[in-house]
């Protein structure tokens, strides 16, 4: 099955500066993968969805880079704001179904 | 938001008693999934549903049921409570359009069940 490793440890960074979250996986590289925030007492909510042929994708201040030789995918945040605090969950698709990493906390200070 | 409610929000129960979740979705969408959260796990598929009667085992699927008799309902039951089955209860959809891939999931609010 599919392993999925992200920082368990909270990510703390300053009010304007780059967040970077790491997303690693074994096994099989998927065909896609996507990021989701989740804010405390609320479910998880779509952000970005990234497939094996693209290199990077973007919204707004969000990035997030896929490549597969590594078996990896970074999570950026621009600009971040207090707003942006949250924790951060990246899936692995599999068939019909999603494989969820542990997520990593991200708190941004003033 | 997605149209999505779980019901109840909340509960507590007894060890050995049965229990039934709801989700319930105006969507439309062809999948429905439960997962459940805790700390240390993160969210981990139990089952889910690709269709009305149509249901697969997920990776904790060990002492929970479901069951999808109509498009917009998917219960999810605890023959017998036990207390490792506490934990947040989330409720998700998906409306896939290629066989064999997964599009994106949208969640419901959580149900968080204590089974004392």
């Known amino acids: 099955s599919q392993k999925i490793e992200q920082n368990s440890e909270a990510l703390n960074i300053q009010e304007g500066k780059t967040a970077t979250l790491t997303c690693n996986y074994t096994?099989?590289?998927?065909?896609?993968l996507q990021w989701y925030r989740q804010d405390p007492g609320r479910g998880p909510v779509f952000l970005l969805l990234?497939?094996?042929?693209?290199k990077e994708k973007r919204k707004e201040r969000l990035k997030v880079t896929f490549d597969t030789t590594l078996k990896q995918s970074l999570f950026h945040i621009t600009a971040s704001q207090p707003a942006d605090s949250a924790t951060y969950l990246c899936?692995?698709?599999?068939?019909?179904?999603?494989?969820f990493g542990k997520g990593t906390m991200l708190l941004v200070s003033p | 938001d997605a149209g999505i409610t779980q019901s109840p929000r909340h509960k507590v129960t007894e060890t050995g008693t049965p229990v039934t979740l709801r989700c319930h979705q105006t969507?439309?969408?062809?999948?429905m999934y439960w997962y459940r959260q805790d700390p240390g796990h993160g969210l981990r598929l139990i089952h889910y549903?690709?269709?009305?009667?149509?249901?697969d085992k997920g990776e904790v699927s060990d002492g929970y049921s479901v069951s999808r008799s109509k498009t917009e309902d998917f219960l999810l039951t605890l023959e017998s409570a036990t207390s490792s089955q506490t934990s947040v209860y989330f409720c998700?959809?998906?409306?896939?359009?290629?066989?064999?891939?997964?599009?994106?999931?949208?969640f419901g609010p959580g149900t968080r069940l204590t089974v004392l």
């Open positions: 998700a959809i998906s409306e896939s359009t290629l066989a064999g891939s997964t599009d994106t999931q949208y």
């Open positions: 096994n099989y590289s998927p065909a896609y």
């Open positions: 990234i497939r094996e042929n693209e």
């Open positions: 899936a692995l698709e599999g068939y019909s179904t999603l494989t």
């Open positions: 969507e439309n969408h062809r999948y």
């Open positions: 549903s690709y269709g009305v009667k149509d249901t």
